[in-house]
């Protein structure tokens, strides 16, 4: 069973080939429950839908401190420089291929170069006001960060 490929079992017992991905998000949800039944068992939580809100509020707790850190917490500088260099490590082959090899597909660097661009436009500001918005936009990108989900929200860390 290899999303929609493959051969699979029609509802009289029938094997049938699969090639377009008719079942494959039928595949998708099982393997999403499969997991989900999985990470919930060792949790303590009395079912899956418990453990899911659970995450849910998790990741929502996590934004939330985020909302609620000040903006002297984030830094004040951004150097163009680095986001630029940035952008060339990400669209350089190398950038493409680790890129490839974590998710399976290319990416176009649009977290970078929405960085280089804003770095490109705050750097005619002067002032506090450069500050702030510098501030602003690490703040925004830490949200958006939490915002997608990460690992945390799956594996526990070990009490040493």
């Known amino acids: 069973m290899w999303f929609g490929r493959g051969k699979k079992e029609d509802d009289s017992g029938n094997k049938t080939n699969s090639q377009n991905g008719d079942s494959s998000d039928e595949e998708i949800t099982s393997l999403t429950n499969v997991l ?22 998790n990741r929502e707790l996590a934004n939330k401190r985020v909302e609620d850190l000040e903006l002297s917490k984030f830094p004040k500088e951004m150097s163009c420089f680095t986001a630029w260099s940035e952008v060339m490590e990400c669209m350089s082959i190398g950038g493409q291929v680790r890129h490839y090899y974590r998710y399976g597909d290319l990416t176009t660097c649009d977290k970078e170069t929405d960085k280089l661009n804003f770095c490109l436009k705050n750097s005619l ?3 506090e006001v450069r500050e702030k918005a510098i501030q602003e936009f690490y703040k925004q990108t830490l949200q958006d960060n939490l915002k997608r989900g990460s690992s945390e929200d799956i594996w526990e860390a070990k009490d040493v």
């Open 36 to 57: 989900t039944e999985a990470a919930y068992s060792k949790s303590g939580v009395s079912s899956p839908e418990e453990f899911l809100k659970q995450q849910r509020s």
């Open 125 to 127: 500001t002067t002032g």
